[in-house]
């Protein structure tokens, strides 16, 4: 049974930074496209940032280019993502997504919401002044 498990959400000043973690269990981060999108109220859901390993390569949405980076550690079958200047518009729900069998040319961060393969429960971050 595959889990992923999100941790390292929490309130931070705008400004601030946080780093997100998804553990995985039954499910190795070495395949396919994975990353993070986020929920927030009243808003659409949002792919923030995703990696696809058959080309190991990133990608980011405008909204956090620059600020937020993604990163694997295979050994730990972890992955994270590093946010740093937190804007209150980051606030929301954030929740890790892995599709192993995808096969587009790549892999852009709005796949995420919408993958139906595996996701976890979430983790909040809320941005404060």
């Known amino acids: 049974q595959v889990q992923l498990m999100e941790s390292g959400g929490g309130s931070v000043q705008a400004g601030g930074s946080l780093r997100l973690s998804c553990a995985a269990s039954g499910y190795s981060f070495n395949s396919g496209c994975m990353g993070w999108f986020r929920q927030a109220p009243g808003k659409e859901d949002e792919g923030v940032a995703s990696?696809?390993?058959?080309?190991?390569?990133?990608a980011y949405a405008d909204s956090v280019k620059g600020r937020f980076t993604i990163s694997l550690d295979n050994a730990k079958n972890t992955m994270y993502l590093q946010m740093n200047s937190l804007k209150f518009e980051d606030a929301a729900m954030y929740y890790c997504?892995?599709?192993?069998?995808?096969?587009?040319?790549?892999?852009?961060?709005?796949?995420?919401?919408?993958?139906?393969?595996?996701r976890g429960q979430g983790t909040q971050v809320t941005v404060s002044s």
């Open positions: 990696i696809y390993t058959r080309y190991d390569s990133t």
């Open positions: 997504a892995a599709d192993p069998n995808y096969g587009g040319i790549w892999c852009p961060p709005s796949h995420l919401p919408i993958t139906t393969a595996y």
